[in-house]
């Protein structure tokens, strides 16, 4: 191999080197489409978006029903302790006291599901709408992948 030399009469670096030819072997993947990333990322954040006001809205019902529970609770108590305030016999009074405690612990149970129940709708729904879209985005990244 005959070696070049520079102006100053050294051997180049590296002799005989074809940047054009290197560039050209490289494997360098196509840049995307740009439009279509920002547009992917906008759905995303719209979905994202949506999810998290779904799960306010469901936060927002849960307290709301939560309020109302206990309302209901303090006003049936104060009904409750004037039944109870009367003179009855301790055998009465007793088996009042046994019903009465009976009856809160189900509407206990009762509204404990209840709001459980709410509790996960909202974020069932919530996740729905986040799984649609990274469905939707996978979709999308592999119509993009496939484009080149």
Do not use: C, W
């Not at 279509?36 to 029903?65: F, P």
């Not at 599901?113 to 069932?124: R, T, V």
């Not at 879209?133 to 080149?148: D, G, V």
């Amino acid at each position: 191999m005959v070696e070049k030399t520079t102006k100053a009469g050294t051997a180049p670096f590296m002799p005989e080197f074809d940047i054009k030819k290197l560039m050209g072997d490289m494997k360098i993947p196509a840049m995307p489409d740009v439009e279509a990333v920002l547009a992917a990322h906008k759905r995303n954040l719209d979905a994202l978006t949506e999810a998290n006001r779904v799960a306010l809205e469901g936060a927002q019902l849960v307290a709301r029903r939560h309020m109302e529970i206990m309302q209901e609770t303090m006003s049936g108590l104060t009904s409750t302790l004037k039944e109870l305030a009367g003179n009855q016999p301790p055998a009465v009074r007793a088996a009042k006291q046994a019903e009465l405690l009976k009856k809160a612990y189900e509407n206990a149970v009762a509204n404990t599901k209840e709001l459980g129940d709410l509790i996960q709708k909202s974020n069932a729904e919530a996740m729905s709408k986040l799984n649609t879209r990274f469905s939707e985005a996978m979709t999308e990244m592999k119509a993009l992948l496939e484009k080149k």
